[in-house]
């Protein structure tokens, strides 16, 4: 046990003051103590600061500024006007000033995320696709964390292998699954399809929104409108809010979804 201090009692005064200075002796111990805490406080302040001086100073964010030639075609288009297909092609066609063969490409709002499907266009888009069937060298390459495939086709019997890399596959949209028609006893079958020009698209992972090549600047603009009517049909006019249409340099033109 502690060593127990002597007090006096009996005398009303003397235990009056006694107490004092036991309040007194409390009161200093605890602003040594909150004097230490704030002295420990300030050498933490102080060691963050070091720390931000010691960091690079973050680069102001510049917004590139868009080129004369972007602005010119951007003059050509009018933002409160609803284009038919046939119109939007041919403005893109007028605005362009690249001297490369750029994609067209069709941007929508849908009303949710999760649509997803397949097409085949009246015509090739231009893009190459990379279909790949599961054997015993494509596991080699998932294994290795190589994926040189744009759509991935397999036998029934090679799924129980393709489970584990399910976590991989499934996010970026290239695990075969029945209803995408990329399980089947007749792989070659289904690739033949796939590479004929068969389009499986879908909305962003997490907000309503698909983007999705048509064809070439270069083509005709009858099969760019064919491309772009059979698109529109596979994902339903009923689920689409607003569509624009553009190419690789070009600003977009709203379609009128009333016209298709």
Do not use: C
């Amino acid at each position: 046990m502690g060593k127990m201090k002597p007090r006096t009692l009996g005398v009303e005064e003397i235990e009056k003051k006694e107490k004092a200075k036991q309040k007194e002796k409390a009161a200093e111990k605890k602003s040594v103590v909150a004097k230490a805490m704030t002295d420990v406080d300030d050498k933490e302040v102080d060691k963050v600061k070091v720390v931000k001086k010691s960091l690079p100073a973050k680069k102001p964010t510049v917004k590139k500024a868009k080129g004369a030639k972007y602005l010119k075609s951007k003059k050509m288009v009018d933002s409160a006007k609803k284009y038919s297909l046939e119109e939007a092609v041919a403005l893109l066609k007028k605005m362009k000033y690249t001297g490369f063969d750029e994609s067209v490409e069709i941007h929508m709002n849908v009303e949710k995320t999760g649509l997803k499907g397949e097409v085949e266009l009246p015509h090739a888009t231009g893009k190459t696709v990379r279909v790949a069937i599961v054997n015993d060298a494509v596991l080699n390459e998932l294994e290795s964390g190589k994926m040189n495939f744009d759509i991935l086709i397999t036998h029934p019997s090679f799924m129980p292998k393709l489970a584990k890399y399910a976590k991989v596959l499934g996010p970026k949209g290239l695990m075969p699954n029945p209803k995408a028609g990329t399980i089947s006893p007749t792989p070659e079958e289904v690739a033949k399809k796939f590479l004929k020009g068969t389009l499986r698209w879908r909305t962003e992972p997490k907000f309503p929104l698909i983007h999705q090549m048509v064809g070439k600047l270069s083509y005709d603009d009858a099969k760019l409108v064919e491309n772009l009517k059979a698109f529109i049909e596979a994902v339903g006019k009923i689920h689409i809010f607003q569509a624009y249409l553009s190419s690789t340099m070009t600003p977009g033109v709203r379609i009128d979804l009333e016209k298709v």
